[in-house]
């Protein structure tokens, strides 16, 4: 275990720098096909590379593709999106390990991608640790500070491999099993529950928390994991969420008044199958919020639905993502909603709680047709609503209290100033 020393970084230390200059994605111009596509199946086991060197990635959010012996004593894996085309957002995740302890030379080489996310580390696969930077050369670096003009083409790992699993991913694996666990965690309290609003393509559920009175008049609706690899997204959603359950003065006043709906795992299957970006019907899920021709968006759209026939009115809808840079992908301030003006007021109060830090705010006019969820949500029921994405790379602390914070902000603003 003497080579766990190497990995002892911890998460808040990550050196990648985040330019406040970025500004995120241009407007989606193209008109999407969201009617299912194949995606390819990826085979998964154990492969014995050389005599008592082992790789798997047999255990759900694992991907690994291919592994092959290439020169001079490097090992070559080959990671493979679920269709093309994708995002080059090259989700990896594996375990390795040796009947004779060594350190092994891992070539990470992408298919129609590119090297994305920094390699975390794990002996458990539920404790994650950033790889040693020292351990990690990238070779055909973009030559941009920041974005997809930064990614590499491939990365060479140095790993000290034992008979212990080391395992290697991307993010920190959060699959279905460990989002599930939190959500009955949580459905231990009261005021809490989980119910299921429907199936995913492979029959996974979609799992739906409450969390509030019940009166069911007032609703927030929140969701996340559109897309696998966005676990700092996800990680962000769940402090938020987490916060709003606290046992604080202001939270349950809040509480109170306000239905919470949250579906954390919006995108189940393609999480547990390691994908890059899409769901078993091969489409990006936050482009189908208009046409509804996959499970998983038609889920949430009639839940969503049904709770307004019966009369309630959702407030604010918020989907959590992850990108190169935390950014606020919101509607236009002055648009008049169920909370109009809420947002600006918001993401203020957010920029005044914590110090040092100023929203990347980007606005967009363009509303119709309503391929993302945000556009869906205002358009079809007027709630306020943005993507909050948060950074690949931004620190888990800092993730943490932001979520912290854009939840107290949020329960005050609308308690005080939506009466
Ligand atoms: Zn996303």
Redesign the pocket.
């Known amino acids: 275990m003497k080579y766990l020393i190497l990995y002892f970084l911890t998460l808040t230390t990550i050196a990648i720098a985040q330019d406040t200059k970025y500004k995120g994605q241009a407007p989606i111009s193209s008109i999407p096909v969201t009617v299912s596509k194949p995606t390819i199946p990826q085979y998964k086991g154990t492969f014995e590379v050389t005599d008592g060197l082992y790789f798997t990635n047999d255990f759900q959010g694992g991907r690994l593709n291919g592994i092959i012996e290439g020169e001079n004593d490097t090992i070559v894996a080959v990671i493979a999106a679920e269709n093309v085309p994708i995002n080059s957002s090259a989700w990896y995740a594996f375990k390795v390990w040796s009947d004779v302890s060594k350190n092994v030379t891992l070539k990470l080489t992408y298919q129609n991608a590119k090297h994305r996310y920094y390699p975390k580390v794990s002996t458990d696969g539920l404790n994650w640790e950033l790889m040693d930077s020292t351990k990690i050369f990238e070779i055909g670096k973009g030559d941009q500070k920041f974005g997809g003009g930064s990614q590499s083409e491939a990365a060479v790992l140095n790993l000290a491999v034992s008979s212990d699993t080391l395992w290697v991913a991307a993010q920190e694996l959060q699959t279905s099993t460990h989002v599930f666990a939190w959500m009955d965690e949580m459905a231990q309290s009261s005021f809490i529950s989980v119910a299921e609003i429907g199936k995913s393509r492979e029959g996974r559920p979609m799992k739906c928390m409450h969390i509030g009175a019940g009166k069911d008049k007032k609703m927030l609706m929140i969701i996340s994991r559109?897309?696998p690899p966005?676990v700092t997204?996800y990680f962000a959603m769940k402090s938020f969420v987490e916060n709003l359950v606290a046992d604080t003065k202001l939270a349950k006043k809040f509480r109170k008044e306000y239905d919470i709906y949250v579906v954390p795992l919006m995108n189940p299957d393609g999480v547990d199958n390691g994908h890059f970006r899409h769901n078993v019907g091969g489409i990006d899920l936050?482009r189908d919020w208009a046409d509804f021709n996959q499970p998983e968006t038609s889920a949430v759209r009639d839940f969503m639905r049904e709770k307004v026939k019966d009369g309630g009115k959702f407030y604010f809808g918020i989907d959590f993502?992850?990108?190169w840079d935390d950014i606020y992908y919101t509607l236009p301030d002055t648009i008049p909603s169920n909370l109009t003006g809420f947002t600006k007021k918001w993401l203020d109060g957010i920029e005044t709680e914590i110090p040092d830090y100023k929203p990347n705010v980007r606005p967009t006019s363009r509303l119709e047709p309503t391929w993302v969820s945000r556009n869906f949500f205002f358009v079809e029921f007027g709630t306020e609503a943005l993507v909050f994405e948060i950074g690949d790379n931004t620190s888990r602390e800092f993730i943490k209290k932001k979520g912290k914070v854009s939840a107290e902000q949020m329960m005050q603003i609308i308690l005080d100033d939506y009466k």
């Open positions: 559109q897309h966005e997204g936050n993502h992850s990108t």
